[in-house]
């Protein structure tokens, strides 16, 4: 096993359940939070409140707290439509129990103070349910058991966390006195050494997941993996296989939470890491009206991290002939390692066609009347794990090509969006699934003077 990750890291769940029944997930069936894997030191249930007073961190740690507040992570629960909504779905059709499966890393006011068994319906309008990810979620994190993902952590439940929260002034002043004068314990307790050593295994106890028969009442099978994705590249300095290193291995935390300006206490030279961990969810923040939040996912998603090339031209080419197929060879829908490569495989030869590539150095002669192929080149370039990532199923992503005349006239728009932009997608756009590196042909189409790509997410 890899020296970087955990030491009692523990391979994937063999797919017959009832074989390893035994083990248990979690706590195991009797358990309170079954089926999440998620623990609590002393198997105790842990209040609401601790989840809901990340305003008391706000003393010291303002900018973090302001960061976060726009942050995913803040509306993670069910202060998110699309979650709140998904949620009460899986509860009308399977029941309330199955869905603790999802609030061991979403919900933990509502999992973990056992009020979960409880229709979502009834109580989403409380502040528990309204909560989110707060401070005290990846802060009270005490071990986290292994890359397995899907919530397989132990959260600790410290005490004097009633002090730090008090409304006694005197107490709360006396609190703050104590830790300025020697933040080293609170230091300890809050940010231990794996949060800042391995955040890629820290980050996988939820962005790595499966589904089990308690959940689907089927199988095990592979949800959304981020972290099997990152270890596998050039990106974490593990992937043996890749093509692609940047000049120094890079975790999580290098792209998703990057240096911000700060005098908050425990700064570093000034900087403090960001909470408001960016990345391609813009629905969040339009549906908050959050502007700034909105800025820094689009200047993240325009930052470099992938690139799109209009590549080449050529004369368009007959298409593929009886026995050809477009073969996947995934192992399931969602990426595990570099495998997730589409091929096209056919009769072996044919006739050259003259390509003119690339077209940032050459001007290909377009007549009006000529059908022509075009190859759009996707490429991830800082990025450690495919595009999109998380629940590929939850949202589509798609490139957008638009050709028009030298009198500014639209002659080809793949991937438009109907009704000005309100509508639905192209039916012949190319939507992205998964990509490392991809390469696409548009449609043959008429004589194109002018193009333009772009993503849409």
Not at 41 to 61: A, L, N, V
Request: some cysteine; glycine content about 8%.
């Amino acid at each position: 096993m890899h020296s970087r990750e955990l030491a009692n890291a523990r391979p994937n769940p063999e797919s017959d359940y009832a074989a390893r029944q035994h083990d248990g997930e979690g706590d195991g069936p009797e358990g309170t939070f079954f089926p999440s894997s998620a623990q609590v030191y002393g198997k105790q249930k842990i209040p609401s409140k601790f989840f809901m007073e990340s305003d008391s961190c706000k003393r010291c740690h303002e900018d973090i707290y302001n960061q976060w507040f726009s942050s995913a992570h803040h509306f993670s629960s069910f202060n998110n439509q699309w979650y709140r909504k998904s949620i009460e779905y899986m509860q009308d059709t399977i029941g309330t129990k199955p869905s603790k499966w999802c609030g061991g890393c979403h919900d933990p006011a509502v999992l973990y103070a056992g009020l979960m068994d409880t229709p979502i319906k009834q109580i989403v309008h409380r502040p528990e349910a309204q909560a989110g990810l707060g401070c005290m979620m990846c802060h009270s994190i005490a071990n986290v058991k292994s890359t397995m993902g899907q919530a397989d952590f132990y959260l600790e439940y410290p005490k004097l966390h009633e002090l730090a929260a008090t409304q006694n002034p005197v107490a709360r002043a006396l609190h703050d006195f104590v830790i300025r004068l020697n933040p080293e314990p609170h230091r300890r307790v809050f940010l231990k050494p794996f949060m800042r050593e391995q955040t890629a295994e820290f980050c996988s106890a939820c962005h790595k997941v499966h589904l089990d028969v308690p959940v689907n009442h089927y199988r095990w099978f592979r949800g959304f993996n981020e972290y099997d994705n990152w270890q596998a590249s050039g990106v974490s300095g593990q992937g043996a296989r890749s093509f692609y290193y940047p000049p120094k291995p890079q975790q999580c935390a290098d792209c998703h939470m990057p240096a911000e300006a700060s005098k908050d206490a425990g700064n570093v030279n000034g900087f403090v890491h960001s909470h408001r961990f960016p990345g391609a969810n813009t629905a969040v923040p339009t549906a908050n009206e959050d502007a700034p939040q909105l800025k820094l996912t689009e200047d993240f998603l325009k930052s470099g991290a992938l690139t799109v090339d209009i590549f080449a031209v050529s004369p368009a080419q007959a298409s593929l002939k009886a026995g050809a197929t477009t073969q996947s060879e995934l192992s399931t829908t969602f990426a595990v390692g570099e495998e997730a490569e589409s091929k096209v495989r056919g009769e072996a030869g044919g006739e050259a066609v003259p390509i003119t590539a690339p077209l940032n150095r050459v001007h290909p002669p377009l007549r009006r009347g000529d059908t022509v192929r075009v190859d759009v080149v996707v490429r991830t370039k800082k990025i450690g794990h495919f595009f999109p990532g998380g629940t590929v199923d939850a949202y589509d992503t798609w490139l957008e090509l638009k050709g028009t005349d030298d009198k500014d006239q639209t002659i080809f728009w793949s991937g438009m969006v109907e009704d000005n932009g309100h509508g639905p997608v192209d039916k012949g756009a190319h939507f992205i699934v998964l990509c490392r590196s991809m390469r696409t042909a548009t449609p043959s189409t008429n004589g194109m003077p002018g193009l333009r790509a772009r993503w849409c997410t």
